[in-house]
C-alpha cells in the first residue's frame, strides 16, 4: 500500500478555529434554498451536501452577523454549482456560462430568460437578497472579483483544451491563474458587506500584499488536499503538485515537501505583513473598517484547512483522522471507460 504523508502546513498558524454562532439554522436555510433548484440529480445532491458548504461559510465568516452569514452561505453554494457546470465544458461553452452569472449579477431586478441554465438565476437570487445589507463599495468589488473569477474559469477551460495536445502549465503560470480561480477575491469582498473600506486603503500595498499571500496560502492547502482524488481521477493537471513534479522533475515526495516549503514562505511573510498592517493609521472610521476586514483575512487559511478535513469533500469520513495523522493511502488511478 503506498501512503501519502501530508505535510503539516498550519502548524505554526496563531489564529485558531472559530465558527459562526448562526451555523446550523442558516445553513440549512441557505442549503434548502439551493434544492430548491434542483441543480444535481438525487445521488449528484446528496454528494454535494455532505460537502457542507455551509460549514466553510460558517468556519470563513465566524463574526458576520445573521443576514450577512447567510449570503456567504449562498455564495459557496453559488461558487460550487458554477464550478460543478462549468468543470468539464470547453471554452466556448464556459465562457457563456460566465456572462450568464455576470449579467444576473449586474442585474439582479430583471427576470432571468425562460429556459436559460439556472446558474442565472441562482446568481440573480443571492445577489439580489446580498445587497439589500450591503455597502456601496462592498457591491461594486464584489462585482468586479466576480468577473475576475468567472473570466478564469473560462481561461482554465481552455487549458483543458490545451492539455489535450499535452500543454501543461509552468509553476508560474498556475500561481497566476489559480489565485483567481480558487474564489478568493470575492470571498474577501463579501466580507466588506457590514463596512465601507476605501479604495485607496483596499489597495494599500501592505493589504493587498497580505492579501496576496493569503490567497497562495488558501490554494496550496486546497490543491493538497484534492491532489489525491484528482490524481485518481486523471484530474490533476491544474493541481500544483503535479505541475511541480513536471517541471522540477520531481517525485511525490518532493513535490510535497516544494509545496510545503512555498507554504511556510507566505505564512513567515504574512505574519511579518501582518505587524506592518496594525501600524497603519487612518481616521476612526477607516481603522474600525481595516480591523474588521484584516480580522476576516486571517481567518481565511485555518478556515480553509479546517473545512478541507471536516466536510467530506476530499477524504469522506476520514477526513478528522487524516488532519490528525497526516497520512492517507494513495488512491488507484480510475479505470477508463
Not at 448562526?22 to 445521488?43: C, G, L, M, Q, T
Not at 452561505?73 to 466556448?92: A, I, Q, W
Not at 485607496?200 to 490567497?215: F, H, Q
Not at 469520513?317 to 497520512?327: A, F, N, S
Amino acid at each position: 500500500m503506498t501512503t501519502i504523508c501530508l505535510p503539516p502546513t498550519m502548524a505554526s498558524w496563531p489564529l485558531s478555529r472559530q465558527i459562526n454562532p448562526y451555523y446550523e439554522p442558516v445553513a440549512e436555510e441557505s442549503a434548502e434554498w439551493f434544492r430548491s433548484f434542483a441543480a444535481f440529480s438525487p445521488d449528484a445532491q446528496k454528494a454535494f451536501d455532505r460537502c457542507k458548504f455551509g460549514l466553510l461559510a460558517a468556519l470563513s465568516y465566524p463574526t458576520l452577523n445573521r443576514e450577512h452569514y447567510r449570503a456567504a452561505c449562498d455564495l459557496m453554494n453559488l461558487f460550487f454549482v458554477f464550478d460543478e457546470y462549468t468543470d468539464t465544458v470547453d471554452e466556448v461553452e464556459a465562457r457563456r456560462l460566465a456572462d450568464i452569472s455576470m449579467d444576473a449579477l449586474r442585474n439582479p431586478e430583471k427576470p432571468r430568460p425562460a429556459g436559460e441554465c439556472l446558474i442565472g438565476e441562482v446568481t440573480r437570487q443571492f445577489w439580489s437578497h446580498a445587497i439589500k445589507n450591503a455597502s456601496p463599495t462592498s457591491r461594486r468589488r464584489f462585482e468586479a472579483a466576480w468577473d475576475r473569477f468567472t473570466t478564469s474559469v473560462v481561461d482554465q477551460a481552455r487549458d483543458r483544451t490545451n492539455a489535450c495536445s499535452g500543454h501543461i502549465r509552468t509553476v508560474e503560470e498556475q500561481f497566476a491563474i489559480r489565485r483567481y480561480t480558487i474564489g478568493a477575491e470575492p470571498c474577501y469582498a463579501l466580507a466588506e458587506l457590514p463596512i465601507d473600506l476605501p479604495d485607496d486603503v483596499w489597495s494599500n500595498p501592505v493589504i493587498d500584499t497580505l492579501r496576496k499571500d493569503i490567497t497562495d496560502i488558501i490554494f496550496l492547502d486546497n490543491d493538497l488536499a484534492s491532489y489525491n482524488k484528482e490524481q485518481a481521477a486523471d484530474d490533476d493537471l491544474h493541481n500544483i503538485i503535479t505541475i511541480a513534479m513536471h517541471e522540477k522533475q520531481l517525485d511525490l515526495d518532493g513535490a510535497l515537501s516544494w509545496l510545503a516549503a512555498e507554504h511556510k514562505t507566505r505564512v513567515d511573510r504574512v505574519l511579518e505583513t501582518w505587524k506592518q498592517v496594525e501600524k497603519l493609521e487612518f481616521s476612526p472610521d477607516v481603522n474600525t473598517a481595516v480591523a474588521f476586514y484584516i480580522d476576516h483575512l486571517l481567518n481565511w487559511p485555518r478556515a480553509n484547512d479546517c473545512w478541507n478535513f471536516e466536510s467530506g469533500r476530499y477524504f469522506g469520513r476520514d477526513g478528522l483522522r487524516v488532519q490528525r495523522e497526516r497520512v492517507v493511502e494513495l488512491l488507484p488511478k480510475r479505470a477508463k471507460s
